[in-house]
């Protein structure tokens, strides 16, 4: 599959029918699955032969869509996990653990702060956090002897925030670390991290991957690039034998290739369970058919919208990476030629009030927490997914408590306008 382009691996790639089998992708609903010895099943839990025994681990349906996200990313290996959450989690869990230091840029999910700053904390595992312009100066500086690893959002959601992925590649590698990139907004169809530099890209599939609104999930792809070996001492996880798989060295056994998904999934999936449906995998699989031409058009309703607000007399600012007026034009021409993604932020005069106001006037966006679905939606962040932080985390997390984030669905893009024009001229 790997000479196809994009297009052709978002429909057809990960499976492969033999002779009469079915053409869709079968859903195997089941826990689990029989062996004619114990012999041959305990060669499984050995980790000295593949193959499946509990879905909790692994199953052949999550497994196949898995293998399409791994050829869309360009990786190695990859799992599905049950939410974006649980894949950002193991991406981090999977090499930096109690004592252990991780530098993020500050621009992110408001879940995966909370999870980084709060939950993972609690656990022993400190995060720098570094705004995504710092400079080169500024990021070396955030590195210390235990840090494990370099995260950031390629778009940062909700602020847009487009990442300078080869400034964070480089300064990770400098110090002997993988760089994690969450590239849930840009998608492989915009964006494709691993040929920047990065070393583990993460998905909430829950996005435009499924892109309906229907199914809550997560992935985790690895390039296959990073040396674990080389910095052995770094990464005991991967480089020593693990005393809960009869001695097992995964980067040993399974090679720079394998070892960081076979870790994650032997280990943490065993012990976290975060599985996803297979039900879930196979409507995740029906939305990543049609990604590459949902991707364009998502775009394109966003990039008229953006233009249409940036002209609008009640419109403090509007940020959209793919407007030669936003800061971050130069680097998603860079690294996004063919676009961004279709979420929009902006201010409308008045502040809170005006945003709740403005919301409350649209007829075809609904307020949801959501994004990044058919239908188009809107949400005030400061009221809702980053409520908890204060001003001053608000401010570092690149959201003003007047900002509204407005994703652009499927709908047409005039009728997208009037609805605002609309809302707008009624506060
Ligand atoms: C939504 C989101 C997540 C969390 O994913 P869930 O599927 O909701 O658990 C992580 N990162 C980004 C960028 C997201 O937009």
């Known amino acids: 599959m790997n000479n196809y382009r994009i297009e052709t691996k978002c429909v057809q790639?990960?499976?492969?029918?033999?002779?009469?089998?079915?053409?869709?992708?079968?859903?195997?609903?089941?826990?689990?699955?029989?062996?004619?010895?114990?012999?041959?099943?305990?060669?499984?839990?050995?980790?000295?032969?593949?193959?499946?025994?509990?879905?909790?681990l692994q199953n052949p349906t999550c497994d196949t869509v898995a293998a399409k996200i791994c050829e869309l990313e360009g990786g190695t290996a990859a799992m599905l996990t049950s939410s974006g959450q649980a894949a950002n989690f193991f991406s981090v869990f999977n090499i930096a653990t109690c004592g252990d230091h991780v530098v993020s840029s500050s621009a992110l999910y408001g879940g995966t702060y909370n999870l980084f700053a709060v939950t993972m904390k609690k656990m022993g595992v400190e995060f720098t956090f570094v705004t995504p312009d710092c400079s080169e100066e500024e990021l070396r500086a955030a590195f210390r002897p235990n840090t494990k690893a370099v995260f950031g959002e390629t778009i940062a959601n909700p602020a847009l925030n487009v990442l300078d992925i080869e400034k964070f590649a480089n300064a990770a590698h400098e110090h002997g670390v993988p760089l994690i990139i969450d590239n849930t907004f840009a998608t492989p169809v915009h964006c494709r991290p691993f040929e920047w530099g990065a070393d583990i890209v993460t998905h909430s599939t829950t996005k435009y991957m499924d892109g309906h609104g229907a199914a809550v999930g997560g992935c985790i792809v690895d390039s296959g690039n990073f040396d674990w070996m080389a910095h052995a001492d770094?990464?005991?996880?991967?480089?020593?034998?693990?005393?809960?798989?009869?001695?097992?060295?995964?980067?040993?056994?399974f090679?720079?290739?394998g070892a960081f998904i076979t870790k994650a999934t032997a280990q943490l999936m065993r012990d976290f369970g975060c599985t996803p449906a297979p039900q879930s995998a196979f409507i995740l699989n029906l939305g990543l058919e049609s990604l590459h031409v949902r991707m364009k058009r998502h775009y394109e309703n966003a990039l008229a919208v953006a233009t249409y607000l940036e002209g609008h007399e009640k419109i403090s600012w509007v940020r959209f990476p793919s407007l030669p007026s936003d800061g971050d034009y130069a680097l998603a021409q860079k690294y996004m030629p063919n676009g961004t993604c279709g979420v929009i932020s902006f201010g409308v005069k008045g502040g809170r009030e005006a945003a709740e106001r403005f919301m409350?006037?649209?007829?075809?966006?609904?307020?949801?927490?959501?994004?990044?679905?058919?239908?188009?939606?809107?949400?005030?962040?400061?009221?809702?997914?980053?409520?908890?932080?204060?001003?001053?985390?608000?401010?570092?997390?690149?959201?003003?408590?007047?900002?509204?984030r407005f994703s652009c669905g499927l709908e047409n893009s005039e009728d997208l306008i009037e609805d605002i024009a609309n809302a707008l001229a009624n506060i």
């Open 255 to 257: 090679g720079q290739a």
């Open 360 to 404: 409350a006037n649209l007829h075809i966006a609904a307020i949801e927490t959501h994004v990044a679905d058919a239908r188009s939606c809107c949400l005030h962040p400061a009221n809702a997914t980053h409520r908890q932080m204060n001003d001053e985390e608000l401010a570092a997390a690149g959201v003003s408590p007047d900002l509204i």
């Open 234 to 253: 770094k990464f005991p996880g991967l480089c020593t034998p693990d005393d809960s798989y009869h001695g097992i060295t995964y980067a040993e056994k």
């Open 13 to 56: 790639g990960g499976y492969r029918p033999g002779n009469g089998e079915p053409r869709q992708i079968p859903i195997v609903q089941s826990t689990t699955f029989k062996y004619a010895s114990s012999a041959e099943m305990g060669k499984l839990f050995d980790l000295e032969a593949s193959g499946y025994f509990y879905s909790r």
